[in-house]
């Protein structure tokens, strides 16, 4: 018996780069936490994976929406994006909610990811979960947020800088 929900022949590069990043983010998060807890290893496998979302995937998304579209592009991180570009059409066309969400995304959240790894590697002060690791846990949740207010009130500046749009005069009533 056939299912309603079926993995086409394009999704599997996407699906084995996605796989390649876990597993090249859990071996250097296990590298760089030999010697220390269980806890502060399995930590840094997960940032380790972050780091390399953000910057390897989020990152490439970004650069090919700025410079034209997803859907054009031949790159073969394209094709991910136009994977999830099925299921929502806003990641294959400049949509200034996404691609603003995306630049804090990489920005903030690949940093924060790096300065969570050398911490916890390091062993400095400010490693504790209940500062940095919270802050960078709530970067989806802030993204949601923000796409949502985006979409039920078309006044929001924060997620629509008008250097993507090239308005020199910014609206602000």
């Given at each position: ?5 079926e ?58 929406s ?23 059409a ?10 603003s ?15 969570l ?36 009130s ?20």
């Amino acid at each position: 018996m056939r299912g309603g929900w079926e993995l086409g022949a394009a999704a599997g590069g996407p699906l084995l780069l996605c796989a390649a990043l876990l597993a090249v983010g859990c071996a250097l998060g296990l590298r760089l936490g030999r010697g220390l807890g269980a806890a502060d290893r399995g930590a840094l496998a997960w940032l380790c994976f972050d780091a390399l979302v953000h910057f390897a995937l989020e990152g490439p998304f970004v650069y090919l929406s700025l410079v034209g579209n997803i859907t054009d592009s031949d790159a073969l991180i394209a094709s991910l994006w136009k994977e999830y570009g099925k299921a929502d059409a806003r990641w294959l066309y400049l949509d200034p909610t996404i691609v603003s969400l995306e630049i804090l995304t990489v920005v903030l959240g690949g940093f924060l990811a790096l300065v969570l790894i050398y911490a916890i590697v390091k062993e400095k002060h400010y490693r504790c979960p209940l500062i940095l690791q919270r802050a960078a846990s709530c970067g989806p949740g802030c993204k949601i947020a923000v796409t949502f207010q985006r979409y039920t009130s078309q006044k929001c500046l924060l997620c629509v800088p008008e250097w993507q749009h090239y308005n020199p005069k910014p609206e602000t009533t």
